[in-house]
């Protein structure tokens, strides 16, 4: 049988995606059931057990098919991505109206009411949906209105057919964002979330980490010897890394380094990683 990522497909010895059937083995087959993320950001485990590694993460209104709920904890893959792994039960609930907008925003704040004096109610990250079922004006300030009665302000989300024009655009208004292992939000970030949430604005879905970008994100490209055929948007990877070129020179990435998102130049960063990581592993453009 062929060889399937766990993290992409979800199979366990016990237990398996019911589309998986005659692809892999497993005890049982199960299809999956309907959820959509009700919490800002979710962890996904690599186990279901408290203190468990960080995979990546899921955002409000992230659509995902549940497999397994025991014990607190749900095993899901998300549709959009397709990644597999656990996250609280508690983090979900059923699919109640179609997403409207997205949060076009790194970050920005839930209101019980749509007034920006009220004490906040939560806050969300760029690229969670909600449903919009009304709007409202206090003091000049323009707010989209959910089923909930809470309120956001208006022009930090998009409706969910608009997308960004420029991805590397986007990537920059995570400048200063704390790096996390694992992170893809506007709370915290490591570099392929960076890339995959960016790219997300601009209506591009792709895959979350960044041995799967290395091997299937748009084209293979030779920089040259100089690194002068590099332009704004290239990608570039090391073992494990990858970072966004914003120019012929620079780039923008999410590193460990700085422990936050941030600028560097590409000759500077291949010097200062090479003796930890070695050269580049390859150039992309998408």
Not at 27 to 50: I, M, N, Q, S, Y
Request: proline residues 5%.
């Amino acid at each position: 049988m062929t060889v399937r990522d766990t993290r992409l497909h979800a199979f366990r010895p016990d237990l398996a995606d019911a589309r998986l059937q005659g692809e892999v083995v497993a005890e049982r087959f199960v299809a999956g059931t309907p959820a959509r993320l009700a919490v800002p950001v979710a962890d996904v485990l690599k186990t279901p057990a408290v203190g468990a590694g960080i995979d990546t993460q899921f955002l409000y209104g992230d659509d995902v098919l549940v497999f397994e709920a025991a014990a607190g904890f749900a095993w899901v893959q998300a549709e959009r991505d397709g990644y597999v792994g656990y996250v609280r039960e508690s983090d979900l609930a059923g699919r109640d109206g179609q997403p409207t907008h997205i949060v076009s925003v790194p970050r920005t704040f839930l209101y019980p009411g749509p007034d920006l004096r009220f004490p906040r109610a939560g806050q969300l990250s760029m690229g969670s949906t909600v449903t919009v079922t009304g709007a409202a004006e206090t003091r000049g300030t323009q707010y989209v209105v959910l089923a909930s009665g809470q309120a956001l302000i208006a022009k930090h989300l998009m409706p969910v057919v608009d997308r960004a024009a420029d991805y590397v655009a986007v990537a920059e208004t995570f400048l200063g964002t704390p790096y996390l292992w694992g992170g893809a939000s506007g709370f915290g970030i490591d570099c392929s979330g960076l890339v995959q949430l960016a790219m997300r604005m601009t209506g591009r879905d792709v895959l979350r980490d960044s041995d799967m970008q290395a091997e299937g994100l748009g084209a293979p490209l030779d920089p040259g010897a100089d690194f002068s055929g590099l332009r704004r948007g290239d990608l570039v990877f090391w073992k494990g890394h990858v970072a966004i070129m914003t120019d012929a020179e620079n780039m923008i990435h999410a590193n460990g380094h700085t422990m936050l998102v941030s600028r560097e130049g590409l000759r500077e960063a291949i010097d200062r990683i090479g003796y930890l990581y070695g050269v580049p592993t390859g150039f992309r453009r998408p």
